[in-house]
């Protein structure tokens, strides 16, 4: 998943969930659904930012100072393992293990019928590499949250 839908679904799903959003709220569960893929400048992708044993102490500190933007940064990083625990793998106790899980769910359409297939995936974090990403839909998805923020937040 790239960094735009990262950011784009959780940020729409802040703007239908909250009763009173904001610039700086969204801001904050933006950066904190994008940043962990910083770990893809380290020696391995989806490492220490993806593990739960980074991510649930951040986000148990942030829930019991009752900062609403610290609150917000950590769901959103946690939203971000979520959603790339249905893309690939997250390694939830990195650096204990460096083994990752994830789900794996395809759905097959076509003259014969239809059906689902789900599968738990076992693997290793990525080393570090170039990707190239197709982001067409993703452009898109960025443009409608955005004119959602703006619509919502003006
Ligand atoms: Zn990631």
């Given at each position: 998943m790239d960094p735009l839908e990262h950011a784009s679904i959780p940020a729409l799903t802040y703007l239908a969930l909250s009763t009173e959003p904001t610039w700086g709220g969204a801001l904050a569960l933006i950066i904190g659904a994008v940043?962990?893929?910083?770990?893809?400048?380290?020696?391995?992708?989806?490492?220490y930012l993806h593990s739960l044993l980074f991510a649930l102490p951040v986000f148990l500190l942030a829930y019991i100072s009752g900062n609403p933007y610290a609150l917000l940064f950590s769901i959103g990083w946690l939203s971000h393992l979520f959603l790339d625990f249905f893309t690939g793998v997250i390694p939830p106790v990195y650096s204990l293990s460096r083994r990752g899980w994830g789900i794996e769910i395809t759905a097959r359409i076509g003259l014969r019928g239809f059906g689902i297939g789900l599968r738990i995936v076992e693997n290793y974090p990525d080393p570090r590499h170039d990707y190239e990403l197709n982001i067409g839909g993703s452009i898109a998805l960025g443009l409608i949250t955005l004119a959602a923020l703006f619509i919502r937040l003006h």
């Open positions: 940043f962990p893929d910083l770990d893809a400048f380290t020696r391995e992708h989806r490492s």
